[in-house]
């Protein structure tokens, strides 16, 4: 499910969105800066600073995950269903040295959201879809041009 173009857009975005939902339908997205593709269907983020997120997902796992490249404006929307492990848990030790790395001693890992995938759509700006002859090399030139890189 998760390809090498998705694990290799996953490696290159500094930050992905997790959409949760309360227990009264309200949404809640928020950014997350350690995260990574975990075998060939899963996700593991980690908890660093996610009291919401956490809260949300004990209510409903299902959640939706997405990161696009600044410059090449590509990215991944993923759904699935996720499990928070936290420290003390059977499986936090587990998981804890592939976040580990990534971490380091820079922030606490409170726990860890595994997220088994369920579906994945690619996200493309605009300029993908309404000029199809549009390279990835354009793209990034022009992006670098709008922002001043």
């Keep these: 499910m998760l390809t090498d173009e998705i694990k290799e857009s996953i490696n290159e975005s500094i930050l992905c969105w997790l959409a949760t ?7 809640n997205n928020s950014p997350k800066e350690i995260f990574l593709s975990y075998g060939i269907d899963e996700l ?9 997120s ?7 796992p299902k959640v939706c995950i997405s990161f696009v490249h600044v410059f090449k404006q590509k990215g991944f929307k993923i759904k699935g269903v996720a499990n928070y492990y ?5 499986g936090y030790s587990d998981l804890l040295p592939y976040v580990y790395p990534m971490v ?10 595994r997220i088994k995938v369920s579906s994945v759509k690619a996200i493309l ?16 030139e022009s992006a670098h041009k ?4």
């Design 146 to 149: 709008t922002y001043g890189v």
């Design 104 to 113: 380091g001693d820079k922030f606490p890992v409170n726990g860890i959201i």
């Design 44 to 52: 593991l983020i980690a908890d660093i600073a996610s009291p919401n």
């Design 86 to 90: 936290k420290k003390g848990d059977v």
């Design 54 to 60: 956490v809260k949300n997902i004990k209510i409903n």
């Design 125 to 140: 700006a605009p300029s993908y879809i309404f000029y199809p002859e549009i390279t990835e090399a354009q793209q990034i």
């Design 21 to 27: 939902v309360d227990e009264d339908g309200a949404p």
